[in-house]
């Protein structure tokens, strides 16, 4: 059986009052602009979309429910983090670079290097920013997918296991903040600005110090990583994409694109990717024991050692 809708819904919402509280705490606000608005319309769209086709009737028009249903949770989630990692910035203390780079020269791994083969490559820059800018991409096509197809337990464990993924996240940032690669290693000029830029050391000190109050949902820039959340939701694509069919392949190449893309257009060490990643099968591992838990326990009668729980059960003799 699916995870109840009212877990996630549950798990969202406390998210959002911990958010607002923590904004309230460190004296950030909401833009009350274009961006907020547009997100407003969405939400009012994809209720209307969800409650309009939730009668019963064909097929198609319950996939639509069940889309925007899981769209309107998604983009949510991931709204929420992108405004989180900002309140958490403004909590944090000091830089970890030094240990980053440390841990990549232990595994052989100069930023620097690949930085520096990239700039040369307009090809490499193009491919790069196309694979890394796929993070909304796959998600839209997963949910889409499993909407069309009735699978309501795959997108309810995907969306449970976002949402974990974004917390772990967080909770790590908060202890990991970084300048970046960018900032902290690369001397001389800027010849090719990857998509992240520098803005990690930009916004960070401004959020430490409050000269940062306003925060414009239609101008995020994530601020999560180490580990990096691009990393982290790759990793979940392409666990999840195992049940997506013939999207299976496809997705699965173009996450592991976006993990090669990570270290240059997120300015990110390698270490972050590593973290990201250990945290997505984190994430994936203790969403999936928590659904299983939630599995209805065999009928009395029945013998659980001998059939197991959820094991279909001989039919009883007449």
Known sequence: MPIPLSCIVSAVMASLVLL???????????ALNGGCAGFGTAVIMLLLLRHLFRAT?????????????????????????????YAVAACTQGWVDHAMVRLDHAMGFDWRDLYAVTAAHPALQISGRIAYASIFASPAILLLGFARAGQRVEARLFLATFWVAAVLS?????????????????QGPISYMPTSGVYQAELIPLLREHHLKLIDLGALRGLVGPPSFHACCAMLYIITARNSGALRAPLTLLNVAMLFAIPVEGTHYVTDIIGGVAVALAAHGAVTL??????PLPEAGIDTALYGVGAPAPEAAS
């Open 20 to 30: 607002a509280l923590l904004m309230m705490r460190m004296d950030l606000r909401i």
């Open 57 to 85: 009737g064909p097929r198609p028009r319950q996939a639509v429910s069940d889309c925007a249903e899981d769209v309107l949770l998604f983009m949510t989630m991931a709204l929420a983090g992108a405004t989180a990692s």
């Open 290 to 295: 928590l659904a299983r838990s939630l599995r």
């Open 170 to 186: 967080l909770c790590l940032f908060l202890f990991m903040p970084t300048l970046g690669p960018l900032s902290y290693m690369w």
